[in-house]
């Protein structure tokens, strides 16, 4: 009887291994920020493409709960998952500041910063049916792992998600070392998505 351990087995030598600074993160672009697009040639986008490290994966739980029977208990799966940690991204500045703008015309949008006030949908706009709830300020962003190719491997993908905070940009005359930011979001569901599945583009 053969051992099915053996049948299909999966390698990991030391040269199959993924690297740390081979990421990229792609946000479709929320339905707040495709509103302004007309106005804003910077936000004339379907999504955003950042070069982004420092990037952690949140811890993925599902408790346990504990029964009690008799004089003794047992552990069983609670079947449910606590909120995630909030997601908090490094990444690159380009050359023209446009990921650094969108991601601060978003939070602009959540909160305008002349008139303290929500700039989302209006009420005409809502009662037309043209979004109004949460999910307008929401989107899907996934962070890829790239094998040595450049190619996606496996994505990350964080859905619900939207921007919570945007880091700030330290400026030295005396150095040309290149311009980094860092930014933070709360999503809802975290899912994986394979090689196989993964859109390219």
């Known amino acids: 009887m053969s051992n099915p351990i053996c049948e299909n087995p999966i390698l990991n030598s030391p040269l199959n291994s993924s690297s740390k600074d081979k990421f990229i993160m792609v946000l479709n672009m929320p339905y707040i920020l495709q509103q302004y697009a007309e106005d804003d040639d910077l936000l004339n986008m379907d999504f955003l493409q950042m070069s982004v490290h420092g990037t952690i994966v949140p811890t993925i739980t599902i408790p346990p709960v504990e029964v009690r029977y008799g004089g003794q208990s047992a552990n069983v799966s609670s079947h449910s998952r606590p909120n995630y940690e909030p997601l908090t991204i490094n990444f690159i500045i380009d050359n023209q500041y446009k990921n650094y703008y969108?991601?601060?015309?978003?939070?602009?949008?959540?909160?305008?910063?002349?008139?303290?006030?929500?700039?989302?949908?209006?009420?005409?706009?809502?009662?037309?049916?043209?979004?109004?709830?949460?999910?307008?300020?929401?989107?899907?962003?996934?962070?890829?792992?790239?094998?040595?190719?450049?190619?996606?491997?496996?994505?990350?993908?964080?859905?619900?998600?939207?921007?919570?905070?945007?880091?700030?940009?330290?400026?030295?005359?005396?150095?040309?070392?290149?311009?980094?930011?860092?930014?933070?979001?709360?999503?809802?569901?975290?899912?994986?998505?394979?090689?196989?599945?993964?859109?390219?583009?």
Not at 152 to 180: K, M
């Open 102 to 201: 969108v991601l601060w015309k978003w939070l602009a949008i959540l909160n305008d910063p002349k008139t303290s006030s929500y700039e989302g949908s209006t009420t005409e706009q809502r009662s037309l049916g043209k979004s109004g709830n949460i999910h307008e300020y929401q989107t899907t962003l996934s962070i890829m792992s790239l094998d040595e190719y450049n190619k996606p491997v496996i994505a990350f993908n964080y859905h619900n998600a939207f921007i919570t905070s945007l880091g700030g940009i330290n400026y030295s005359y005396r150095d040309g070392e290149i311009l980094e930011s860092s930014a933070q979001f709360a999503f809802n569901q975290l899912s994986l998505v394979n090689q196989k599945k993964i859109n390219t583009f």
